[in-house]
């Protein structure tokens, strides 16, 4: 049976930009990379937990235009210790915020920003009396 989430994976324009962004500021590990047939570069592995790991692959060339309520991929949820520790560290490191942080129809406090492809990310600090905790 299914174990888990193994990975979300990304198609990024700069690998450089989005491996700053997910291993310098928020502090994950570059894990690991895969080669193509001809031994290019393909996918960089980002390791965000045990067995936890965004898949960055090269060669975005595109972006897609934003509709609102568009069907598909909306957002990464990224859990946090501290709502406004990690809102300072973005901040400080350049990363401007979408929503400061507040606190959610859920009981848990959220901030959000993009990565450097435009991805939403919402960050998300769980409260005891959240149903995520309850459940």
């Known amino acids: 049976m299914i174990k ?3 990975h979300v994976a990304l198609k990024v324009e700069d690998m450089e930009k989005s491996l700053h962004f997910y291993c310098e500021v928020l502090g994950f590990t570059r894990a690991f990379d895969i080669l193509d047939d001809n031994n290019n570069p393909w996918i960089e592995y980002v390791k965000v937990a045990p067995g936890q790991f965004i898949e ?29 520790e990690i809102a300072n560290h973005l901040k400080a490191n350049g990363v401007a915020l ?3 942080p507040k606190k959610g129809k859920d009981d848990n406090y ?4 993009k990565d450097p492809d435009g991805n939403r990310i919402e960050f998300m600090q769980l409260m005891p009396t959240s149903p995520h905790m309850n459940c």
């Open 98 to 100: 979408d929503d400061e």
């Open 4 to 6: 888990g989430i193994g």
């Open 110 to 113: 959220q901030c959000w920003a």
């Open 56 to 84: 960055l692959f090269y060669g975005g060339k595109s972006k897609v235009e934003s509709v609102k309520n568009a069907i598909g991929f909306d957002h990464l949820c990224l859990e946090v210790e501290d709502i406004n």
